[in-house]
Nanobody, 129 residues
């Protein structure tokens, strides 16, 4: 059974850091592109970051560039989102999603949620003093 499980969310003060993890089971991430999306109350879901399936190409939303870093550890079948210098506007439920096969994450185009067939349950990130 294909499953993605996010962890690492929580409450953090502005300027703090969190590392989100996305652990996969039922398939290997080696041949999958992984996207991180977030949805804040009353707002549409937005693509935050994406890492391609077959090369290290990545995407970051302008709002997180320079603060967030996506990475993968294929040995652990896990993708991470390191979030630094967090701001209150980063508060949202964060979801990881996978698309298996060859998928390229362009630096210029936000990943389309509809392209991703497997989704995790989400993890809450709250940035507040």
């Amino acid at each position: 059974q294909v499953q993605l499980v996010e962890s690492g969310g929580g409450l953090v003060q502005p300027g703090g850091s969190l590392r989100l993890s996305c652990a996969a089971s039922g398939f290997t991430l080696d041949y999958s592109a992984i996207g991180w999306f977030r949805q804040a109350p009353g707002k549409e879901r937005e693509g935050v970051s994406c890492i391609s399936s077959s090369d290290p190409s990545t995407y970051y939303a302008d709002s997180v560039k320079g603060r967030f870093t996506i990475s993968r550890d294929n040995a652990k079948n896990t993708v991470y989102l390191q979030m630094n210098s967090l701001k209150p506007e980063d508060t949202a439920v964060y979801y990881c999603a996978a698309v298996r096969g060859n998928y390229y994450c362009s630096d210029y185009v936000s990943p389309l949620a509809a392209d991703f067939g497997s989704w995790g349950q989400g993890t809450q990130v709250t940035v507040s003093s």
